[in-house]
């Protein structure tokens, strides 16, 4: 067999891997081997931002820099132990009427699957299936911040607070910030119970118009380029169960290794920066999970 194609057993589980020298980041020379060793380490914590929610990749197969594809569907050659559901698609997508056949990522093994095929980024839905296959609704609420041209991260953690406190006085005590490894960052709200999709949806349009008509001068809630300068736009379509954000603790597809970092509200403010995936998962192993209760 070629030293650059091998078959391995991860947790009882056949894996093909290949090109594991690869660089998937060329401008730090970062290899495919390397992203597949910071998936384990911070393994347990990103499969629990993975339960039961169908994964859409963002594929990279000859590193950053070349070629990417979206990918929702179970590829052709995925292996027969990857687990994957029927699910229709939503309304008012370029599917709806039609069925998808969605996979999810249970284990380590699958992890390395999506890591071999140089899927870099994973992509999740606020809401999950329950363990017979049914719908469940969105078990948590999303806010993406999203600065616009000059403005940063110093702002979007500035307006990180105000969301903060808006839903706590709408019941919603804990919501936990996440650096995006791009540009911004976002806040995820925990919710008591599993709340339809559009109900969630609803309640993130109405906070963000809400704060946008309180701050102008920071925040804007709907996407129109000529009004984005300098401020902040609370992204609240991602609730929407079409739509998917980037995992917690997942690589992005930038220069750099940088990564979907969790983080404590403590760090949310001026010299904030995204961090690597050395940086996230050392932290990680010092200081335990911000999602962890």
Partial sequence: MSAERRTVDVGGRPVRLTHLDR???????????????????V?????????????TRIRWPEGVGGE????????RGAPPWLRHQRLPASPGTDDEGTTLDLPFIDDLAGLMWAANSGALELHTPQWTVGPRGGLRGADRLVV??????????DECARVAHLVAERLRTQGLSRTVPVTSG???????????????ATEVRELAHDLAHALA???PDLVVAVQR????????????SQNHPAKTTITPWSLRGRDRPTVAAPRDWDEIGPGLRQLTADEAADRLARDGDPFDP
């Fill in 225 to 236: 380029k000529d009004l984005r300068g300098g401020k902040v736009l609370l992204d609240w």
């Fill in 23 to 41: 660089a998937l980041y060329p401008a730090t020379g970062t290899t495919k081997a390397e992203v597949m060793d910071y998936l384990v380490r």
């Fill in 144 to 153: 993406d911040l999203d600065p616009g041209p000059g403005a940063g991260l």
């Fill in 213 to 215: 008509g309180e701050h």
């Fill in 182 to 196: 791009s540009k911004g960052l976002q806040l995820y709200a925990p919710l008591p119970r599993p709340r339809p």
């Fill in 43 to 55: 393994e347990a914590a990103i499969l629990r931002q993975l339960r039961d929610r169908p994964v």
């Fill in 68 to 75: 990417k594809f979206f990918e929702k569907n179970v590829p």
